[in-house]
């Protein structure tokens, strides 16, 4: 983060500290990045997470459906305290989550995160955003659509 003035601006390293964060599959590390008082949506999967605590236990979940997950980089920007990030997420779901069992199968998908930062360079607010029928089918727990 550089500051000036108060100001906070996102550095080009931040985000790749922030996604090698999420790619430890360490939920403190995660957690680090937030404000105490964030709050975290998980669009697809329908879900909105309220503090650093919240979000931390959503890694831990995000680690039981898939122990091999991993985030890269696809592009980002930022002005002042906001950001997006274009992101791929491939792994293997190795284990079940929201009521799905596990399948073994390997899955790539894109997303995109949309937050913003505090004075402090925390994020308080972020907006997951991704296509959950396109890991479905990929984890051939939703049939492809003939055609």
Do not use: C
Request: proline fraction near 3%; hydrophobic fraction near 40%; charged fraction near 20%.
């Amino acid at each position: 983060m550089e500051s000036l003035r108060g100001r906070v601006f996102v550095e080009a390293d931040w985000v790749q500290q922030y996604l090698d964060a999420w790619n430890s599959h360490d939920g403190s590390q995660v957690a680090a990045f937030m404000a105490e008082d964030v709050v975290y949506a998980d669009h697809a999967g329908g879900a909105v997470y309220h503090g650093r605590d919240a979000v931390r236990s959503y890694v831990e979940q995000t680690d039981a459906f898939s122990g091999d997950y991993r985030f890269a980089t696809v592009s980002s920007q930022a002005d002042g305290r906001r950001y997006a990030i274009e992101w791929e997420m491939l792994g293997t779901n190795t284990g079940a989550a929201g009521g799905f069992p596990a399948t073994g199968k390997p899955y790539r998908f894109p997303g995109a995160s949309i937050g913003l930062l505090d004075a402090e360079g925390k994020i308080v607010a972020n907006s997951d955003y991704w296509n959950l029928a396109a890991y479905l089918m990929q984890v051939e727990l939703l049939p492809r659509p003939e055609g």
